[in-house]
Nanobody, 127 residues
Framework: QVQLVESGGGLVQAGGSLRLSCAAS????????MGWFRQAPGKEREFVGA????????EYAESVKGRFTISRDNAKSTVYLGMNSLKSDDTADYYC????????????????????WGQGTQVTVSS
C-alpha cells in the first residue's frame, strides 16, 4: 500500500504559476511510476503528465506541453507538477497517482494503469 497526499493548489490569475506536490508514504517510492491527472467540473478525469520511476522519462498531455513540468525527488518520496502560463481551462481538481512497476523507464499515461490515488488538490485559475 502507498498513501498519496497532494498539496499546493489554490487560486491563481491567468498567466500565473503554481507547483503541486504529491508526498508518498507506505512503500518504497522508487519502484513507482507516478502520474498527474485532473478533473474539471462536469468533465471526466484526464491525463496531465507522468514520470517513470527511474531515468526520468516523462509524458504530457498535448494541452499542457511546454507549460507544465513533472519531476520527482525519490529521496523525499515526492513528485511535483510545475505549472506555468496557467489558463482558465486548467481549472480542475488535480490528482496524483502511483503504480508499482519493474519498468524503470516507462511513464504510464492511462488512468487504468494506476492503482493508488490521492485525494486531490483544487486549482482555480481566474481570467
Amino acid at each position: 500500500q502507498v498513501q498519496l497526499v497532494e498539496s499546493g493548489g489554490g487560486l491563481v490569475q491567468a498567466g500565473g504559476s503554481l507547483r503541486l506536490s504529491c508526498a508518498a508514504s507506505g512503500r518504497i517510492f522508487i519502484n513507482y511510476g507516478m502520474g498527474w491527472f485532473r478533473q474539471a467540473p462536469g468533465k471526466e478525469r484526464e491525463f496531465v503528465g507522468a514520470i517513470s520511476w527511474s531515468v526520468g522519462n516523462t509524458e504530457y498531455a498535448e494541452s499542457v506541453k511546454g507549460r507544465f513540468t513533472i519531476s520527482r525527488d525519490n529521496a523525499k518520496s515526492t513528485v511535483y507538477l510545475g505549472m506555468n502560463s496557467l489558463k482558465s481551462d486548467d481549472t480542475a481538481d488535480y490528482y496524483c497517482a502511483a503504480r508499482e512497476t519493474t519498468l524503470s523507464s516507462f511513464a504510464y499515461v492511462s488512468e487504468r494503469s494506476y492503482g493508488y490515488w490521492g485525494q486531490g488538490t483544487q486549482v482555480t485559475v481566474s481570467s
